[in-house]
């Protein structure tokens, strides 16, 4: 990849790309590993973009996935595809936000369910309901009632968490 | 004051530098581990594999006087390394760009096709092996004659009474064609044995989600 491509097309949207893979990982390992891998396919996907979307757009789609079909590492170093429907492992002591409200909000998105972190993702850096159904492929009428349950479910980890 | 979800958010984000994107280096040469590049590679290797053993393979066997089984062998598995080849382009033209549910079923259909069609080619694969070792060795040369004829001949004097079609004691193709037919079948199931162990998981997996996603579109 050259680096002229990494600074001018990706690193300008490395903030969603972060966001998004720490929401899919629990340790500073696969965060990383998430993250070079999310660059290195937008750099070899770069050929397909028609610009028929924005290329934020673009950057959303493909991190989101390469994020839902990643195969996460184990501990014991075999690998499996990403089971997020079970609880998330505990997130490791070096591997958090400064902010800690942050770090309890994102332990409460890693118990969601893959797609209904991807939603709320979206939802978070205030994309539009059409938007977030355009990069998901989804109904934007279904999208609203789905932020809202997420929310909903996102209160009461959180509710559960702080009492 | 209860803080809402997007105002924890904002602010997270808004007073720190957690957004830093980590140090990346040498990304041209990292092997990659997206599940595509992964399935790509793993096909890739088995294809070159398959090629390189039955090339062997049709050498030995004209050394040990089975050509006929090294000529079977290598003409099935050159027809399943094309086939996959075939299915390993469609697998590099999945758009990662496209919206997740887009992506999603082609990847997934892609898995489904390959599987489909692995587990027919293993249904007619196992059996051809099967009549492959029989043919070699039936017309293995035993001293100026074929081996199978030669076995046929020693059949015919014990048991002048055997029943042949077209040369061939009607028992043995009796017996010949139950293995085949067991073999076809057992041949098919072993396959799909095999793959719930290596992709089950992934299948499961991807079901959940596009299940999610079919949801959201109705």
């Known amino acids: 990849m050259s680096s002229d491509f990494y600074k001018t097309s990706i690193l300008p949207f490395s903030g969603i790309i972060i966001k998004l893979c720490r929401a899919y990982t629990n340790s500073q390992e696969d965060f990383e590993d998430y993250y070079q891998e999310v660059c290195l396919q937008i750099w070899r996907s770069k050929e397909n973009f028609r610009e028929e979307s924005q290329w934020s757009t673009w950057v959303y789609r493909i991190s989101l996935n390469v994020c839902l079909t990643l195969l996460k590492k184990k501990k014991n170093n075999s690998q499996h595809f990403v089971s997020d429907s079970l609880p998330a492992q505990e997130t490791e002591d070096n591997y958090a936000f400064s902010d800690e409200s942050l770090n309890l909000l994102y332990d409460a998105i890693r118990k969601l369910s893959e797609i209904d972190r991807a939603i709320i993702m979206l939802y978070l850096e205030e994309k539009s309901n059409q938007e977030i159904a355009d990069i998901m492929g989804t109904n934007p009428n279904n999208i609203g009632v789905r932020v809202r349950r997420i929310k909903m479910r996102l209160k009461k980890i959180l509710d559960g968490k702080i009492n | ?218």
């Open chain 2, 1 to 218: 004051m209860e803080r809402s979800i997007e105002n924890i958010w904002k602010e997270g984000f808004q007073k720190n530098d957690d957004l830093t994107a980590p140090e990346i280096d040498n990304l041209y040469n990292q092997k990659s581990i997206h599940i595509i590049d992964k399935f790509k590679r793993m096909f890739r290797n088995n294809l070159i594999a398959i090629v390189v053993g039955s090339f062997l393979f049709l050498i030995i066997s004209y050394f040990l006087d089975i050509p006929v089984m090294g000529a079977l062998f290598f003409v099935t598995l050159m027809v399943h390394v094309f086939i996959n080849k075939n299915l390993l382009k469609k697998l590099g033209r999945i758009d990662q760009g496209q919206n997740s549910y887009q992506y999603l079923k082609a990847f997934s259909h892609w898995i489904k096709n390959q599987i489909a069609i692995n587990k027919r080619l293993s249904e007619f694969m196992y059996p051809i092996f099967f009549l492959s070792f029989v043919l070699g060795f039936w017309f293995k040369d035993a001293e100026g004659t074929y081996l199978g004829d030669r076995l046929v001949d020693e059949i015919l004097i014990r048991f002048p009474d055997t029943y042949l079609i077209v040369g061939i004691p009607l028992m043995a193709i009796i017996i010949a064609v139950l293995i085949m037919g067991l073999l076809a079948y057992f041949g098919g199931r072993i396959y799909r044995w095999d793959l719930n162990i290596i992709y089950g998981r992934v299948l499961r997996k991807l079901d959940e989600l596009m299940t999610d996603l079919e949801s959201l579109r109705s």
